[in-house]
C-alpha cells in the first residue's frame, strides 16, 4: 500500500522503516527539513538498534522522507499521523495534531480517490473523532464516509527496543467507527500474521492506550513505594521481596508446567523513577482528561507523585552517607538517558539528580554510552564533566551513581578492581550484584 506518515519521530520513523520493510511504499514527513535531509541521506537520527539497517535497505526503492506533506498525501492511499502530543502544563497539546489535519484536509481537497486518515500520536478520547475529523472534513469540504475515511491505532513500542517491538507486536489494536476504514488497516497489518487484532471504535482505542500507560506506571510506582519502604528497614532489600511477589502464579502465571517470565516483574523494579516522554506526559494528560470529565483521579495523581520525589531518593541516600555535605565531591553519573538503549534524555531522571548535585556544589563527571550529546543540550554547567569512558568517568570519583541500565556498567566492578578503586555505589536502577561491591547503597535496600 501507498501510506504517508506525518512526523518522523520515534514512532513516525520506526513504523515507517518497519512499513517499508514489510513492502509497502513509505513517505516520511517531517516539517523539520535538517531532519527530512538527514534521513534521505541515510542518517536515522535517533538511536535504536536496528534502525540504520532498516534505512539502508529500504531507502530510495520504498521509502524516502519528504517536507512536502501536501504532495505526500497526494500521492498515497493512507496518512498515519505520528506527531507529538505534549502536555502543556493544563492538558494534552494537539497543536500539532491539530495542525497536521489541516495540511490533511487541505491536500484531500484535491484528491480524487479515497483515501483514510489514521491517528497513530497518543491523543486523550473523543480527539479522533471531535478533533481531526471535524478538521479534516472543514478543509476536504467532504463529509467523512464519502471518499476519505478515518482510524485511530495507537502505537505500544518501547524506545530501546521500538525495531523489535514494533516487528514482533503482542497485539494491534485497530479503533475505527466503520467496516470499511478498519478493513484498510487490516490490511496494512497483513503482514503480521501471528498478531492478535483488536477491532474497536475510536474512543476505545485512544482510552486502551492510555490505560496501558498508566497500568504500567502504577506498577513502577508502586514498586518504588515498597522499595522506599524496604529501605527504612536493615536486612530487607526489595529485589528479594519482589522476587517473593514474582512468585505468585495470578502475577507470573505457569503455562506448560513453565513459569512465564519475567512478565510483569519487567515493571516490578524499584529505581530511581520513571521518565521518558511518555509515562509522565501520558499520565499528567489522562489526569486533566479526569478533571474534565469530572473523574476524580485519585490512584493516578499518586503514581504521578511517588514518580516525582523519586529521583530525590538518591539524593536522600547521599545526604545520609555524607551528612548534608556533598561539596566538592566527585561524583560520577553513569547513566543520563530516561533507559537503556535510547539517547532520548526527555524527563530522565538523570537531569534533576544531577541539577541538585550541581546546586550542592558536587563536581559531576558523567558518562553515557549514547546519550551525551542530547544531554549537554540540557545539562550545561561548568560543574558537569563528561567523560569518553566508563574509565575515565570512574578513576578520580568517590562516589558512583548508576541511573540507566545500560548493560556495559553490569562490569562496573571489574573496572573498579583493576583501578583499585573502592568508591561507594549508588545502584539508582538496582541492577548490579550487591555482592561485586564493598560499599554498596541502592534504591530499595539500606
Ligand atoms: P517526536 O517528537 O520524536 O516526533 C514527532 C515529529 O513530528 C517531530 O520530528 C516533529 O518535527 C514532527 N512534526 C511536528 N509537527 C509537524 C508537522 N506539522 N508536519 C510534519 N511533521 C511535524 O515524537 P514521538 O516520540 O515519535 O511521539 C509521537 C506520538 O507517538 C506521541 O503522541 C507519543 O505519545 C506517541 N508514542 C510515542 C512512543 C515513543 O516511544 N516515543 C511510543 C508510543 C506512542
Ligand atoms: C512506554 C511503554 O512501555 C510502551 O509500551 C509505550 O508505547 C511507550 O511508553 C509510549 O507510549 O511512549 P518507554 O517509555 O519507551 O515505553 O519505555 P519503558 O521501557 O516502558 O520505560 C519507561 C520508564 O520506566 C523508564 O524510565 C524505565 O527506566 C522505567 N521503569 C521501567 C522502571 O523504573 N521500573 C520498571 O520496572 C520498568
Not at 511504499?25 to 523539520?32: A, E, G, K, L
Not at 530525590?312 to 561524583?331: F, T
Not at 558518562?367 to 549537554?376: L, R, S
Request: with cysteine.
Amino acid at each position: 500500500m501507498k501510506i504517508s506518515i506525518i512526523g518522523a519521530g520515534y514512532v513516525g520513523l520506526v513504523t515507517g522503516l518497519c512499513l517499508a520493510e514489510k513492502k509497502h511504499d513509505i513517505i516520511c514527513v517531517d516539517n523539520n527539513k535538517t531532519k527530512v535531509k538527514k534521513i534521505n541521506n541515510g542518517k536515522t537520527i535517533i538511536h535504536e538498534e536496528g534502525l540504520d539497517a532498516l534505512l539502508s535497505r529500504n531507502l530510495n526503492i520504498n521509502f524516502r522522507a519528504s517536507s512536502n506533506l501536501h504532495r505526500a498525501v497526494l500521492k498515497t492511499d493512507v496518512t498515519i499521523i505520528a506527531v507529538g502530543t505534549p502536555f502543556n502544563g493544563k492538558s494534552i497539546d494537539l497543536t500539532y495534531v491539530k495542525n497536521v489535519s489541516k495540511s490533511i484536509g487541505q491536500a484531500l481537497y484535491h484528491k480524487k480517490d479515497y483515501h483514510l486518515v489514521v491517528v497513530k500520536s497518543t491523543v486523550t478520547p473523543g480527539t479522533t473523532d471531535d478533533i481531526v475529523l471535524p478538521i479534516v472534513e472543514k478543509y476536504s469540504k467532504m463529509k467523512v464516509g464519502e471518499k476519505f475515511g478515518i482510524g485511530m491505532n495507537p502505537e505500544f513500542l518501547r524506545e530501546g527496543s521500538a525495531v523489535k517491538d514494533f516487528m514482533n507486536p503482542d497485539r494491534i489494536v485497530i479503533g475505527s467507527n466503520d467496516k470499511f476504514s478498519a478493513g484498510v488497516i487490516k490490511k496494512i497489518y497483513k503482514p503480521f500474521t501471528k498478531t492478535e487484532m483488536l477491532l474497536t471504535n475510536n474512543k476505545t482505542a485512544e482510552m486502551i492506550k492510555y490505560a496501558n500507560n498508566t497500568l504500567l506506571a502504577t506498577l513502577i510506582s508502586f514498586s518504588n513505594e515498597i522499595g522506599n519502604l524496604c529501605a527504612t528497614q536493615k536486612n530487607v532489600d526489595s529485589l528479594d521481596v519482589m522476587k517473593g511477589v514474582h512468585l505468585d502464579n495470578r502475577i507470573t502465571p505457569i503455562i506448560n508446567s513453565k513459569k512465564i517470565s519475567p512478565g510483569i516483574i519487567s515493571y516490578l523494579s524499584a529505581g530511581c523513577g520513571f521518565g521518558g516522554s511518555c509515562f509522565p506526559k501520558d499520565l499528567s494528560a489522562i489526569i486533566s482528561f479526569g478533571k474534565k470529565k469530572k473523574q476524580k483521579m485519585q490512584l493516578l495523581n499518586a503514581v504521578q507523585d511517588v514518580n516525582q520525589s523519586q529521583p530525590m531518593k538518591i539524593i536522600e541516600i547521599l545526604n545520609r552517607s555524607y551528612k548534608n555535605n556533598l561539596k566538592e565531591k566527585n561524583i560520577a553519573v553513569l547513566g543520563l538517558a530516561f533507559k537503556e538503549g535510547t539517547d532520548d534524555m526527555r524527563e530522565s531522571p538523570s537531569i534533576a539528580i544531577i541539577n541538585k548535585f550541581i546546586e550542592y556544589k558536587a563536581n559531576v563527571i558523567a558518562y553515557d554510552p549514547v546519550a551525551q550529546m542530547e544531554a549537554k543540550k540540557i545539562l550545561e554547567s561548568k560543574r558537569i564533566v563528561y567523560a569518553k569512558s566508563i574509565v575515565s568517568a570512574v578513576k578520580s570519583a568517590e562516589i558512583i551513581v548508576v541511573l540507566t541500565a545500560w548493560p556495559e556498567f553490569k562490569n562496573l566492578h571489574n573496572i573498579i578492581n583493576n583501578l583499585q578503586l573502592e568508591p561507594l555505589i549508588v545502584d539508582g536502577r538496582r541492577f548490579l550484584n550487591k555482592k561485586n561491591f564493598q560499599k554498596y547503597i541502592g534504591i530499595g535496600i539500606t
